[in-house]
């Protein structure tokens, strides 16, 4: 299977996924989980200069703002969920983007060959010449489908549903540090989380660069539990997945 069929799988796959929440909410439409509110929130912590400079290492404006048009278009609507199906290729997105084409190409290059690639595509999967029909951004596909299964939970009443500060709260939080979405956190994870949020804006507010060794610190600290919730996470997603493909 290539890589077109690939994402556009696990397109419909996720669109499952939403579909699930929106039934433990009661049967409600994707757009009252995945509002325009609720996206924005998302969209803004992910072009966020915390996320984009120090969080994906953009250093560059142009890439940065690159990057927030792309994540603007992969959740420009509720079932979008991260993706992007392109119309005219490569040229094309470039088109819709209002940018040059071979610039666009090289950005997408290094965000794919990074170790946790911040994009996926079908470009190349079969020769040079294939037509780009598919983009997604991986880590902002969790992070939707998080906000939806998290907003089902408090919607349908459920016993330790995070509140909607909380979700909140880590969305800014954990989005610009790059790390998947806490699936299965309790509520005091979740309050001890909120806790150091609380803590860093003394730091937000002193400038980039105290922001930046503020986040390496962070990371150090916090990186034995973070570890654990992105195994939970993983663990979590794959029998999602699972689930999906036997019925």
Not at 21 to 36: E, I, K, R
Not at 169 to 197: F, H, K, N, Q, R
Request: hydrophobic share 35%; glycine share 6%; aromatic share 8%.
């Amino acid at each position: 299977m290539d890589n077109q069929h690939d994402l556009e799988e696990l397109h419909s796959e996720t669109e499952t996924t939403l579909r699930y929440a929106c039934d433990l909410a009661g049967g409600c439409y994707p757009s009252q989980l995945l509002d325009v509110r609720a996206r924005k929130l998302v969209v803004r912590a992910f072009c966020s200069d915390l996320a984009t400079r120090s969080g994906f290492g953009m250093r560059q404006k142009t890439m940065r703002d690159r990057w927030s048009q792309l994540i603007q278009l992969t959740a420009a609507t509720p079932t979008a969920l991260g993706f992007f199906k392109v119309d005219g290729g490569l040229r094309g997105l470039a088109e819709t983007l209002n940018t040059d084409h071979t610039t666009l190409f090289r950005n997408l290059k290094t965000w794919v060959e990074r170790p946790y690639p911040l994009v996926r595509t079908d470009l190349g999967s079969r020769s040079d010449r294939q037509p780009l029909r598919w983009i997604q951004i991986p880590l902002l596909t969790e992070w939707l489908i998080w906000t939806a299964e998290q907003r089902a939970r408090l919607e349908s009443g459920q016993p330790g549903a995070l509140y909607e500060t909380t979700i909140v709260g880590l969305t800014e939080y954990m989005i610009p540090m790059g790390i998947t979405p806490p699936c299965d956190i309790t509520s005091e994870e979740a309050s001890g989380l909120v806790d150091v949020i609380e803590a860093s804006k003394e730091w937000v507010s002193r400038g980039p660069e105290t922001l930046e060794a503020r986040i390496r610190r962070l990371r150090e600290e916090r990186r034995d539990t973070f570890r654990k919730i992105r195994r939970k996470g993983y663990e979590q997603r794959e029998e999602r997945r699972r689930l999906a493909a036997a019925i």
